[in-house]
């Protein structure tokens, strides 16, 4: 029976299975309802328990009576009495069935029925069957009065709004206003709750008392109990989440837990709403746990007033109080941290104490006083800023595309795969797909409803739940996000901690774009972005040339901070719960995975366990038969997020590091792990100043518009739906994957031999793996570009800690392999002019990597001797000489030889536009660094910042260096150095050398070395091990021969970030520690010197990326690789020297050394010190003062370096 044959009814087996006042089908033995969920077999109530009981004895009277109507049959000659299920399902039948009938029973007065003769077994059965009718009937009314009892516990507790305090003098005032006191009306009670503050424990003391530990937990609970009260007000819950703070409250243990930022986030939504009772009782609490009101607090009092029409005199106390607690008054206009309207209801509430009072004026914006961009952002000097080659009506159309496309939140693409032959078993099978899917929708909905109304029962106990969380999205946004989810979930399955991070994640963002469309958001965007693109279209000006984000701020007041990401916490909480509900509602029928089995329900999702660095985790991984019924499908389409598609409009700038990339969906500036939201929390402290560089480099970069290369798409489309093409980095599809052996080995097989098939069992499997990951990711790409081919798009940046820039959408950027590279152009194309047909041939011979050590010049005569290939290349590629296959990277040098070939085709190669981006790389551009910080002539000139006819190989130099080394020890008789004679090659030891400077330890480095010694088919590898030990010897020796000065850098780096992580902190000068964190020493010192060099590289990126827009240039960057037009190489080339000497022209490492210092060793630790300490200290301080002396290498000779970038 095939697999795709499952039984009648599909379409009506939810209504059978959960019928009304039946009970579940109990899943299969040994499933759990989740890892974090109770035991589907031993968690249920009371009366879950008796219910089940009564459902036993029903059946067991319905066997009885099954047995009497056999007894009853004349023909009868023997009785076989069998369980009778309470739903049955069919034994045949097709999906489009109108749905699950139950067996018929037979009816008495029927003509198939006969008379009963009397006999003993007869009455014995009227008897049993009369006793069993009493005691279910029994049953029945002592379940109906059990229910009754619990009836009340179900039903939701009433919401506290008056709290009880602690305090004895504030909770009897508090009664007294209760009460209605005429001595005490409630505006005095306002006056008397701010002024009194009862002595007691404050909260520093408390947190200095925890443990480490206990740290780490209390604020952990305190992220998800503020992040439900603000949740709360999200969803219209107010009294919800009043009722939560005042339980809390009410119980010293859970009091602790309160902070002032959650007191005010309830007080804000009392005041949103003018309720001054409930706003009272807040402050009243707000006393008694003896914190003092901060400006938000004041802010929010004032706006209930406004909103009330208090009198004067209430008001006029509420601001003295204020101005005794040291707060100013302008500052509630100039803080942020309240909307326009509430900033109305404030205003209007401190004139009427105070008519002469004006909000302070806007304050000017903020200049950058970084001496490195003062030319930037200089106005007296001209700047050329450029457009986009497109009108004003076209980018307003396409905006609207883009909005639309982010209101709904997830595109659908058309897959490339070779569509299937529509069998009658396809068809089949996505019928059978859609009948489920309806069915799973329904199941989710309710689920989430009965999930909805557990949790809502557990928040009116005073204990913050996931409830407002499932409350901010509709019951169809959130079944439609899980059935994605289920969509997308690979084979293998994934990590449970990663898909709830991924469902968090979707379920804030839908969020966003929910409550942006229903607070007007859109319409104020629409506006707002509609007069912005007169600065970037090609047929419209402005009256003032300027950055997008100056002309963007200058558009409009500053916009209000945008939603704060939740905590990891409330994502991984949120995450598990959604993913719960998918593994406990979505079932299939078991004869989709056993054809011809029990008709029972079993879960598409089960929890496994895995391994993973010796670390057990949990997996969520799909049944093997939804996987096959998915494959069998072969449904035409993909589906993705809007945030991981290409934008159709110019991104917004960067203003804020909340504000910026895509038109609604929320983007953080920088990305960053999970669990480490420091980095954010640095940013949102800086000075918007500080961050203007890194916030316009990051909008420049995402406004240069793209295009897809059909030509290159269709070649490699064509290659992918046959058979791949691994050499040219096409995955081939699953069927070309490794066949694992088949077949049981026969007894006695030798112990070696049974290791050997299962090493080669593993093999197998892990190469199927990661040829199932390439292709998917191939897929998605070649998917979206078909998706995009014909259009313009644009792909918004962010950056990580070190300031290193990466596209946003994840599938299709420049970012990527050679493959993703050549499939993109830029939408802009310029004319070559009279050096720009040069260049694109310079760069074509760069990435075949021929003549990597020979001379520009040389570069191009050499093209000119092989223009016959290149033509042929471009005419044939897959059916000429195939020149260009041979090339280091031959999709971009296919993609190249076809723009040369048009260029030279032209009637004027000078005024053809080109569109590909011609590059120019650093020279191993992490030495470059170390060699400018250090000043070192020697390693200066060996990474190319001297200039010279000829380029200069640094790989080639350490392997000539590793090679003199050899051959001193191979003439000293040493075996492993006459054993390498011939194979010290610049392949061998290119990557250790190249991310030595990186942090590469050697055990990392002999690793390298001994894949590269594995690729050589003539090397003898049983030598590999030994080899490679003494290769990455010899290299790391060789580099301390070439490069002192660099290393002598890199030991004082990595010392200072040694003993700084020893005495407790973090190094990294970009993060915050926690206190409960204490910090990896290992970790810290192998990471700050590459971390640090990292920075600097990404600094000069943004410097170059910045004087190439003033200047008019089409610039972006693959983080050390430059990119630009072929006819503005040289204006670039030019630039990046000048930005490379401006950067290294700063004393960086004195000023390194100096904030470290400050940092770590100025400020005297709280607690004595043991002597240990001290000495620790003061090594530290010793080390961090001195600073390594620098060489004589005159920096100004880069500017003269052709090969610096190249």
Known sequence: MSALRWGRGAAGLGRVLRGPGSPAVPAEEGTRGGIWGPRRSSSASLCEQARRKDWGRAELLEVLQAGGRQLQAESVSEVTVKRVDVARLPECGGVGDSGLQPPRKSQAGTKDSVQAPCGRWAEKLDKEKQVLQKRKQRLEAKLQAQAQQQAPRLQPRPLRVEPRLLNGQLARGLQRWALGAPESPWERQLAQALQEAPQKLSQDEEWASATREGKARLTGRQQKLLAFLECCLMTGQLRLAHHVLVTHHSRPRKQRLLTLAMYNTVLLGWAREGSFRELVYVFFMVKDAGLSPDLLSYAAALQCMGRLDQDASTIRRCLDQMARDGLQLPELFTAGILSEEEQAMVLKAVVKAEPTFSPPPRPPPQANTSALLSEVYAKDSPASYPKLPLPLETLQGLFQQQLHAELATSVSVESVEKAPSLTKEVLQARKTLKALRVQWEAALRRKLQETKASLAREAHEGRPTLYPYLCLLGERELVQLLMQALQTLPAQGESLISLAHELGLRAFKRHTVQRKRLTKQVRALEQRYSQYLHLLASDTQVAVPCLPRQYWEMLGTPEAPGERPWPLPVLLHLGKQLAEMLVQAVQMPRSLAAPGGACKLIPVLYHVYSFRSYRQIGILKPHPAYTQLLAAAREPTLTFETTDVPMLCPPLPWSSPLSGAFLLSPTKLMRAGEGTPQHQQLLERCRPAELHGALDTLTQLGNCAWRVNGQVLDLVLALFRDKGCARLGVPPPPSEAPRPPSGRLPPGTPPARKAEVRRELARCLKVAREMHSLRADALYRLSLAQHLRQRVFWLPHNMDFRGRTYPCPPHLNHLGSDLARALLEFAEGRPLGPQGLDWLKIHLINLTGLKKRESLQARLAFANEVMDDILDSADRPMTGRKWWMEADEPWQTLACCMEVARAMRSPDPTAYVSHLPVHQDGSCNGLQHYAALGRDSVGAASVNLLPSDLPQDVYSGVAAQVEL?????????????????????????????????????????????????????????????????????????????????????????????????????????????????????????????????????????????????????????????????????????????????????????????????????????????????????TKLLETLLSVPETGTFDLEQVKRSTYFFS
Not at 968 to 981: I, K, N, S
Not at 1080 to 1107: C, E, V, Y
Not at 1139 to 1167: A, E, G, M, Y
Request: glycine fraction near 4%.
């Open 965 to 1177: 080394f050899r051959q001193q020890d191979a003439a000293q008789g040493v075996r492993v150095a006459q054993e390498l004679e011939g194979f010290v090659r610049r392949k061998v030891v290119k990557q250790t050398v190249m991310t030595v400077v990186y942090g590469v330890t050697r055990y990392g480095g002999r690793l390298q070395i001994e894949k590269r010694l594995r690729e050589l088919s003539d090397f003898p590898q049983e030598l590999v091990w030994e080899t490679s030990h003494y290769l990455v010897r010899q290299v790391f020796n060789s580099l301390q021969e070439m490069f002192a000065g660099t290393r002598a850098i890199q030991r004082w780096l990595t010392e200072s970030a040694r003993l700084i992580a020893h005495s407790g902190s973090a190094v990294d000068p970009t993060t915050t520690t926690p206190s409960s964190w204490k910090p990896n020493t290992l970790k810290q010192k192998n990471g700050f010197p590459p971390n640090f060099i990292h920075s600097l590289d990404s600094s000069h990126m943004m410097l170059t990326a910045l004087h190439c827009y003033r200047r008019g240039l089409t610039f972006v960057s693959v983080h050390d690789c430059f990119w630009t037009h072929a006819a503005d190489v040289a204006v670039m080339n030019q630039v990046c020297r000048e930005q490379f000497v401006r950067l290294h022209s700063r004393p960086i490492l004195q000023d390194l050394s100096k904030f470290l210092v400050k940092r770590f060793c100025t400020h005297p630790s709280p607690n004595p010190q043991r002597l240990s300490q001290r000495i620790q200290a």
